[in-house]
């Protein structure tokens, strides 16, 4: 077991992943967490694994930079794609990065969320109909991941009519992020930058036509930004926006997926949560921090910097693993066991210091809402079919997962 933990971290490489890491990357992120916590790959690269070199990494930003600008070069070469991730405001540093997230923060307020509420319940109950009235479901396509997209689309107030391709063009554009991809998922991703693009500017002319409510109007609060004075350029405004649907749909889609799943196949956690409905929230962080939705962090070091007794210099790329600091016994008891009742539970998933998570609060609530609904519905549901995982390495989630709501729901 232990000779078996030391050959694979020794043979880690992000870049060639098995089919078995994609399926249960856990006991690689154990076994580098315990023999190379802190893991140099063959092109060069940092992988972490710990939590705390996790945490020292996200909040010190002046030693480890955002920017991608000089990664993404090789990667994306001068295309759309290469424009759109190295203008989003999570690949940058200050004070471009500042400027967004103050703008973006303020239509994401306690208060703004709490305002959502009655349209997200009312969303999710249309959907359990939807669901009760089938039997037989998908839970990704036909609850999980319709949530967020129309969170998000309500949040930039995109017509209803109009909210169609953006799933698809969200997927295509993560999904550029893998670690590797191939020239059909960069050309995939390249054509779906261009298309929401053109897309956004016919929508960012309307509300330049017609402003919405700025308190919670993100776009509008994104143009008035820019024209205020904050110096937001017209590719800034797009660029962001796209990001903001991108970091808000596929994440809060797995979220819902990856919670219904681990309860399924826990029934005893299941049938706890049922019981006591007041654990929802600490479910949710449960299901963050057990399957988090964002395995993988990127940032690179501005100058030399000594972690666990390795010294990087200034220019290396690191990659953060929060799947592997989420489960580091250091800072969690037991933390291969899925406890809904899990407290104190200070996991990575939404990052934490400067970068940390814009859309935290809401996706909390989405989660909670969306899951305690369906299980107080559809107590008896369960998997008809084995789940199909995304095959991603950085989202990690469910493609299609079949299961039995009873037309009874
Ligand atoms: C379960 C759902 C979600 C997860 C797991 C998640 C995870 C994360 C993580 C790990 C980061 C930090 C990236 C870094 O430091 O490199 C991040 C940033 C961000 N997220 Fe989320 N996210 C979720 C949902 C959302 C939602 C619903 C929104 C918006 C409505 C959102 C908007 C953002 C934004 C704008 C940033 C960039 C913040 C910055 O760079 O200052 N996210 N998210």
């Known amino acids: 077991m232990n000779a078996n933990a030391r050959e694979l971290a020794a043979g880690f490489d992000l870049e060639n992943l098995t089919p078995e890491f994609y399926i249960d990357p856990y006991p690689t992120y154990r076994a580098l967490r315990e023999h190379a916590p802190v893991k140099r790959m063959p092109n060069g690269a940092y992988f972490l694994t710990r939590y705390d070199d996790l945490v020292g990494a996200y909040k010190s930003t002046k030693q480890f930079s955002s920017d991608k600008k000089r990664e993404f070069l090789p990667k994306y070469g001068d295309s759309l794609l ?3 991730h190295t203008t989003s405001l999570v690949f940058n540093d200050p004070p471009a990065h500042t400027r967004v997230r103050r703008l973006i923060m303020g239509a994401l307020s306690p208060r703004a969320i709490a305002e959502m509420e009655p349209d997200l319940i009312a969303l999710v109950d249309r959907l359990l109909d939807g669901l009760a009235a089938k039997g037989e479901v998908e839970l990704i396509g036909d609850f999980a991941a319709a949530i967020p ?15 169609e391709p953006l799933r698809d063009w969200s997927l295509a554009i993560l999904g550029a992020l893998e670690p590797v991809i191939g020239p059909e998922a960069f050309a995939r991703g390249n054509k779906a930058v261009q298309d ?14 017609k402003p919405g409510n700025a308190e919670r109007d993100v776009l509008t609060r994104l143009i008035q930004g820019e024209d205020n004075g904050e110096r937001l350029t017209s590719k ?6 796209i990001f903001l649907l991108n970091a808000g749909h596929e994440t809060t889609t797995n979220l819902i997926g990856n919670g219904l799943v681990a309860l399924a196949g826990n029934p005893a956690q299941k049938k706890r949560l049922i019981e006591q409905p007041g654990l929802i929230k600490t479910a949710v962080e449960e299901i963050l921090r057990f399957e988090s939705s964002n395995q993988l962090g990127n940032r690179i070091t501005t100058e ?12 290396t790329p690191v990659t953060l693993c929060i799947g592997a600091a989420n489960r580091d016994p250091r800072q969690f008891p037991d933390p291969e066991t899925f406890d809904v009742g899990r407290t104190p539970n200070r996991h990575l998933a939404f990052g934490t210091g400067a970068h940390q998570c814009a859309g935290m609060a809401l996706a909390r609530l989405e989660g909670a809402i969306a899951m305690a609904r369906f299980l107080a519905r559809f107590p008896d549901y369960a998997l008809s079919g084995p789940p199909l995982r995304g095959g991603r390495a950085r989202f990690r989630g469910f493609l299609k997962v079949p299961c039995e709501v009873g037309r009874m729901g």
């Open 82 to 84: 290469y424009e759109h």
């Open 149 to 163: 997209i129309q969170v998000i689309g309500n949040l930039l107030d995109v017509p209803m009519e109009e909210r």
């Open 196 to 209: 929401f693009l053109a897309y956004l500017e016919i929508l960012v002319e309307r509300r330049r036509q």
């Open 236 to 241: 800034e405004l797009l660029h962001n926006c």
């Open 304 to 315: 030399p910097v000594e972690l666990g007794g390795v010294a990087l210099a200034a220019g």
